[in-house]
C-alpha cells in the first residue's frame, strides 16, 4: 500500500497569480532576513505568530528583531511575536526579519520619517507619505543619476550611508504595441491593458484570445510573454506585439 505525499502550495506564488490560496495544506512560505536572502519554508498550520515566523528563520531572540509580512500591494505590515496572521487570507506573499537594534531617517515629500527596519517598499513609503492617487509613483533621489522608480512591491535598501530620499509624481511612458506608439500612465500593465491598446475594442466574451510577446522591458523583465493572469513592469520605450487568434 502506497501513501500520497501532500503537495506544497507554494504561497507567495499562488496569491501573486490571483488565486485563492488553499485551506488544506502542506505550505510554502519565504521568510527573508536583512540582506533579503529569503529561506523557503514549509509548514503544516496555516495560523502562525511572529514567534513562529521568527523560530522558522532560525532566530531565538524575539526582543531583538522585528516581523513583518509583505502583503500582495507590496504594503509592509508589523507583526509583533504574540500576534498570528493566517498565510490563507490571500494577504502575505513573504514575510521578512529585521534587527531592531538601529532606526533609519528618510524624507518622503520633504517630511522627515524615521523607519525601523532597513529595508522599505514602495507601498510603505506611498502609505506613509498618504498618497494613494493611482497615477503617482515613487521616485528615489539618486543625486547625480537618473531617478529610479520604485514599484509598490519593490524593496529599498535603507542602510546605505546618507539619508534616502523619495518624492511621489505622476509619469508617462511611451511605448509600442504592434509598432504603433502609445503612452500610459502607470508602471505596470496587465495582460488586458495591453490588449486594449492594441485593440480598444477587444472584451473578454468575445471568441478571441490575445497572445502578447514583449521586449525591451527592465531589467526585472527585459523580453517575455504575458498571459491573461498577468502584468508586467514597464519601461520607456518597451515593445508590444499582440496577436489574436480564434478560441476554435
Do not use: C
Request: glycine fraction near 6%; aromatic fraction near 8%.
Amino acid at each position: 500500500m502506497t501513501t500520497e505525499q501532500a503537495v506544497e502550495e507554494d504561497v507567495e506564488r499562488v496569491v501573486m497569480a490571483g488565486r485563492a490560496v488553499s485551506h488544506k495544506g502542506p505550505w510554502r512560505i519565504q521568510v527573508g532576513d536583512d540582506a533579503l536572502q529569503f529561506r523557503s519554508i514549509v509548514v503544516t498550520d496555516p495560523i502562525l505568530t511572529g514567534s513562529q515566523i521568527l523560530a522558522a528563520a532560525g532566530i531565538r531572540d524575539r526582543v531583538e528583531h522585528l516581523i513583518y509580512q509583505m502583503l500582495a500591494n507590496g504594503l509592509l505590515e508589523e507583526i509583533n511575536p504574540e500576534e498570528t496572521t493566517d498565510i490563507r487570507s490571500n494577504r502575505a506573499v513573504r514575510f521578512l526579519v529585521f534587527k531592531n537594534d538601529r532606526s533609519f531617517r528618510l524624507l518622503v515629500d520633504d517630511r522627515t520619517l524615521d523607519w525601523g527596519a532597513g529595508h522599505i517598499s514602495g507601498a510603505t513609503l506611498r502609505a506613509l507619505a498618504g498618497r494613494n492617487e493611482p497615477d503617482l509613483v515613487v521616485l528615489q533621489d539618486m543625486r547625480s543619476q537618473a531617478d529610479l522608480l520604485i514599484l509598490d512591491e519593490d524593496l529599498v535598501d535603507l542602510t546605505l550611508p546618507g539619508v534616502e530620499r523619495f518624492y511621489l509624481r505622476e509619469v508617462t511612458f511611451n511605448v509600442f504595441v504592434n509598432g504603433s506608439p502609445e503612452t500610459v500612465s502607470h508602471p505596470r500593465l496587465s495582460y488586458w491593458d495591453v490588449v486594449k491598446l492594441g485593440f480598444p475594442d477587444a472584451n473578454t466574451a468575445e471568441e478571441i484570445v490575445y497572445s502578447i510577446d514583449y521586449t525591451g522591458g527592465p531589467h526585472q523583465n527585459p523580453d517575455g510573454t504575458l498571459s491573461a493572469s498577468q502584468s508586467v513592469r514597464i519601461k520607456e520605450g518597451m515593445k508590444f506585439y499582440v496577436t489574436p487568434s480564434d478560441k476554435s
